[in-house]
């Protein structure tokens, strides 16, 4: 035993000797043999690493221990010598290598040497930087949790995020962005562990050759990821369900990987304990910002709607019964160097129930009645969207992007009413279908001059089925009626192509020149009928079936002129509008020209107080709503109607404004002073019956508004008790 | 014959004063939105003098932006309303001696000056990354003390064993360095001989450690508040948020706190 032992000892002793240091010794002499001291001698490998380095004592020598084996070069350095290099090969054989240098005395003296240097911090001035670290408190989980602990950042209930009072466009991880507007599918689920900096980007652009050149207030959140959680798949999964309580679950999962080459999230959930996990979705879907387009807000919107009874006295989120899945898949590919790919898939399931039952007992005087109610609501909502994204660099001033959005929706509502024993049943349902296509080509020139070429097709459709088995309507029909349903058809197509040009002036000044034609199709079918059990009626005047065109060629234009801190802007649109509303009966046409200027100003009296004023004249197409000549069912009670015919509607407004405000100040003060003019307005006139209402859209001549608001705010520190 | 090799030893000197390597290399200085000059004198084997020149502050342009949030949540205050006047600021001096390895400071506790001795062991990392910077290549080399991590890049071509505030043991002169947050940049600017006096006005100061230094700061910090609340009837609450710039944790605050 004391035998193996010592060979072992001995085994270790012999391989750490074998491991111990090679020792490089040597003298550096000048040519008069004089000993140079503090000279830097370096050992270099063949590809001019640096190894190891030392310097030389009073006495000229040199001793550099190094673990390393091969060929390498020792190299030796002193002001007003030449360089010096002997190459060396190192074995385990030999412990000690001595190098002898002579140094030839250098002619060439270090001139006066000048560099021109940056400020290295310089550009920090539109990036907030926050060390994720620092605001976590260990008990965040996703990164939602931790946005909420850093000072200007509010998230709100439905997920959007703000900063100061802004809404962020977008949240990036390690600069590139998954979900764009719908973000918050990414920070309600996206754990917030793995992240090292939480990066504020003020005057954000969102193309990136407009950085520097459009005025931009839009701020947008860059995540980070720490080195550690690089290149690496990584994922979480929590499971939680109700053991004492009924059947309720929680489940979500997320996988991930951010590396340089590729980004992917995955994220899934399953619940029904009332958690909101994806947030608000819409702007994502319809009007995203990733791509530089036309036609934003230009998509359909629901003709009827149908919504549950609320607790009003209750927090939303206490009351919400649901069952709710998504999955959501996106990867970012850089194909080549140039070409950068983004896909986003979308799968989201939700079922929301909500019951209310109330008993009320009046007692007036004589007048004596009880009151029941039941109400069951549900809703039925499936979702499926798909996103591709293309990016390709054609140079470093000229990009094109590609986006093709795809989004249908299914939304099913039911309302169960049962008010005094007497049951109503009514159903909506909704489809929606969303095609979105955008080509955007962007060049930049001389470093300060922009111009997008921007192409967009979408078509929209949103049928809905509404039915009733009930009538509500008391005498509006002479029919007696059991039951009631309407049927709508409702689709858009929109086409568009713009010039966009944004000349940056010498002295910073922005020149700013739109040109375009939009193009609009909108038509509508609805098939209003009542039933009762022997026959069904479609009463005139409630059904329709019209079309709706609308041209829209226009150039804008605005200027912002600046004098240190005081900004003065001037826009002006004009727009030639050819609409055409065709009915089965008639058609029209009108080709209305107009122009809406708008002046403002800013005066950043100091950087927390300012001064603004503004003034506009706006004029506005009638929309098809305004237009239609039937009556539209919109409720279960109630018809709209428009006035027929085109109208342009105009409206002045005129604003003074001063404030005094900043994040970290404690005091907040405005002043403000408001005019407004409608000569021409649309309004609604409404004949209320008991048992339903219809609304008619008039055409008004307005009248005059003033207003001024004044409010002064100091926000008290926490009283500290002692 | 002793005589006349002393006279050859005397004539070589003679030559190898004529041709010295002795240089005043000017650094810009970073910190915030202030730039201001750090001037370096190297002298043949003597130590190296850093003079930090107040009075040369210029803030530097920063763009629509007056605060922001450091790495350590602090909140920076980039310039706003009113100026400071840096010229009545006094000038920070660091004599480093890199073969005894002592570091001495001219610093102040409420304007009354103290030579403050400190000693820093440094295990420079030479990393394969390089960059040119003018003509030189420069080699990233990095090391942590004090509780932060620094880069300083140098370049073996300017065999000058320098380089700004505390940094010194490479083999070449630092061009750039930094800390991790980037609280204070170094920038080499200029290059030229040295011919005026190296500054280091240490006469007649009492000679403290670095440790005591601080103590005695402290205590007149403690002493000013203590004033404070004597003089009027208020409390006075104190926040220690860390401490920021280049060196943030000292070794015997580490030892405090292990206890």
């Not at chain 1, 004391?2 to 040597?26: M, V």
């Not at chain 1, 010498?506 to 034609?517: A, M, W």
């Not at chain 2, 290399?25 to 910190?31: A, S």
């Amino acid at each position: 035993m004391p035998k193996t032992l010592s060979t072992l000892l001995f085994i270790l002793l012999t391989t750490f000797s074998l491991k111990a240091q090679t020792i490089c010794k040597g003298t550096v002499v000048s040519n008069a043999k004089e000993p140079i001291s503090n000279a830097s001698v370096l050992i270099k490998d063949t590809s001019d690493n640096i190894l190891q380095f030392g310097f030389t004592n009073a006495k000229g020598a040199f001793s550099i221990n190094t673990e390393n084996e091969g060929s390498f070069v020792v190299e030796v350095n002193k002001m007003g010598f030449e360089k010096q290099q002997q190459s060396v090969v190192i074995t385990k054989d030999k412990k000690e290598y001595h190098l002898t240098f002579t140094l030839e005395e250098s002619n060439e003296v270090l001139e006066d040497l000048v560099i021109e240097i940056d400020n290295p911090i310089q550009q920090r001035g539109d990036t907030l930087s926050y060390g994720a670290k620092t605001f976590s408190t260990c008990h965040e989980v996703v990164v939602e949790d931790l946005l909420k602990n850093i000072p200007g950042i509010t998230v709100e209930k439905d997920g959007k995020i703000k900063f100061e009072d802004t809404e962020i466009e977008k949240v990036m991880v390690d600069g590139d962005d998954f979900f764009n507007r719908g973000y918050s599918i990414l920070t309600k689920n996206m754990p917030n562990k793995p992240l090292d900096k939480v990066q504020v980007l003020r005057n954000y652009s969102n193309n990136k050759l407009l950085k520097g050149v459009e005025e931009s207030n839009k701020v947008a959140l860059n995540l980070t990821v720490d080195e550690a959680y690089k290149d690496l798949w990584f994922g979480d999964i929590s499971v939680g369900y109700g053991v004492v309580s009924e059947n309720r679950y929680e489940v979500s999962g997320n996988l991930m990987n951010f590396s340089k080459k590729y980004k992917n999230f995955l994220t899934c959930g399953l619940n029904n304990v009332g958690i909101d996990r994806v947030g608000s979705l819409e702007s994502m879907f319809y009007n995203n910002y990733e791509v530089e387009s036309i036609g934003s807000g230009g998509q359909l919107y629901q003709l009827m709607g149908l919504h549950g009874a609320r607790a009003s006295q209750l927090k939303d989120h206490r009351t919400r019964i649901n069952n709710a899945e998504h999955i959501s898949l996106s990867s970012i590919v850089p194909v080549t160097e140039k070409l950068k790919i983004k896909a986003v898939g979308f799968l989201g399931f939700d079922e929301n129930y909500a019951f209310n039952n109330s008993y009320s007992i009046t007692n007036v005087g004589t007048t004596y009645f009880e009151n029941t109610e039941k109400n069951q609501f549900k809703s039925h909502l499936k979702s499926g969207y798909v996103n591709l994204l293309a990016t390709y660099d054609v140079s470093k001033t000229q990009m094109l992007q590609v986006s093709s959005v795809w989004n249908q929706g299914n939304t099913n509502n039911y309302n169960d009413l049962t008010f005094n024993e007497k049951n109503t049943l009514e159903q909506l349902q909704t489809k929606n279908t969303f095609f979105d296509q955008k080509v955007t080509y962007t060049h930049k020139w001389k470093g300060k001059n922009v111009v997008l070429l921007k192409a967009r097709y979408f078509s929209n459709k949103l049928p809905q089925f509404y039915n009733i088995n009930d009538y509500l309507m008391g005498d509006l029909f002479s029919f007696d009626a059991d039951a009631m349903n309407n049927d709508i058809k409702n689709d858009k197509t929109f086409a568009g192509l713009e010039a966009d040009f944004k000349l940056k002036q010498k002295n910073n000044d922005l020149i700013e020149f739109q040109v375009g034609y939009e193009y609009n199709d909108q038509s509508m079918n609805t098939v209003f009928k009542l039933f009762n059990n022997a026959t069904s009626i479609l009463p005139d005047e409630f059904q329709t079936d019209s079309s709706f065109t609308l041209g829209d060629l226009y150039a804008k234009s605005g200027y912002t002129w600046k004098w240190n801190t005081f900004k003065v802007s001037g826009r002006a649109e004009a727009h030639q509008l050819f609409n055409s509303f065709t009915t089965l009966q008639s058609s029209k046409k009108q080709n209305p020209f107009y122009v809406n200027p708008s002046v403002n100003f800013t005066w950043d009296v100091t950087p927390t107080h300012i001064f603004n004023g503004s003034y506009m004249v706006n004029f506005n197409n009638t929309s098809f709503v305004h237009v239609n000549d039937t009556y539209l069912l919109t409720s279960s009670r109630s018809f709209s109607k428009g006035l027929g015919r085109f109208v342009l509607t105009d409206y002045q407004t005129g604003n003074l404004g001063y404030s005094i405000r900043h994040y970290l100040n404690r005091y907040r003060f405005s002043f403000n002073l408001n005019y407004s003019k409608q000569s021409n307005a649309l309004t609604n006139r409404s004949f209320i019956e008991q048992n339903s209402s219809l609304s008619e859209s008039v055409f008004i001549k307005g009248g005059d508004t003033y207003g001024a608001n004044l409010s002064s705010n100091f926000y008290f520190r926490k009283l500290k008790v002692t | 014959m002793k005589n006349l090799q002393l006279l050859v030893l005397l004539f070589f000197c003679q030559i190898m004063l004529a041709q010295t390597n002795d240089y005043k290399i000017t650094y810009k200085r970073f910190e915030g939105n202030l730039k201001r000059d750090a001037v370096l004198y190297v002298k043949e084997n003597q130590p190296t003098v850093m003079h930090i020149i107040m009075a040369s502050t210029v803030p530097t342009k920063v763009i629509k932006d007056t605060t922001y949030i450091n790495e350590n949540g602090a909140t920076v205050w980039k310039g706003g309303s009113g100026s400071t006047d840096y010229s009545k600021f006094p000038d920070e001096y660091l004599k480093v001696d890199h073969v005894a390895n002592k570091i001495e400071m001219i610093r102040d506790i409420s304007k009354k000056f103290f030579l403050v001795t400190d000693e820093i062991n440094y295990s420079w990392q030479i990393t394969n990354e390089t960059k040119q910077i003018q003509n030189f290549t420069c080699y990233k080399a990095i090391t942590s003390f004090r509780g932060n991590t620094f880069e300083a890049w140098f370049t073996p071509e300017i065999p000058i064993n320098a380089g700004p505030w505390k940094w010194y043991g490479l083999p070449g002169l630092i061009v750039e360095a930094t800390d991790k947050d980037q609280s204070v940049v170094f920038k080499l600017e200029k290059v030229e001989k040295l011919i005026d006096d190296v500054p280091f006005p240490s006469k007649s100061l009492t000679k403290i450690s670095l440790q005591q230094y601080f103590k005695k700061a402290d205590e007149a910090m403690d002493a000013f508040w203590a004033e404070m609340e004597s003089d009027r009837i208020i409390s006075v609450t104190k926040t220690v948020l860390g401490r920021f710039g280049l060196e943030r944790v000292y070794e015997w605050e580490e030892n405090t706190t292990e206890k």
